[in-house]
């Protein structure tokens, strides 16, 4: 069964953890803005390699994940435990 990552509460960092499709996931510069950016075509597994604490404009948190063997930003809402 798979539950919604939105509290956070439940995943550590290294956990495998499911990302749907149509989700966008950027990378950003040090000063914050936008690198590159991607969404996802098919539902994937990727490791969740950071959970950070501030606040996004949706309510979520960003988190870093392992997708194509990149480091990309998505948040926490778009993920899900598996």
Avoid at 4 to 31: C, F, W
Avoid at 35 to 42: G, S
Avoid at 55 to 73: A, F, I, Q
Wanted: aromatic content about 4%; charged content about 25%.
């Amino acid at each position: 069964m798979i539950s919604r990552l939105s509290l956070m509460k439940h995943i550590k960092e290294g956990d495998l953890v499911y990302l749907p499709a149509n989700v966008t996931l950027v990378q950003k510069h040090r000063d914050g803005s936008v690198l590159r950016h991607t969404t996802t075509d098919k539902p994937n597994h990727v490791l969740l390699i950071k959970k950070k604490s501030r606040e996004l404009h949706d309510g979520g948190h960003p988190c870093e994940v392992l997708y194509n063997s990149e480091r990309w930003l998505v948040s926490n809402l778009d993920l899900y435990t598996l």
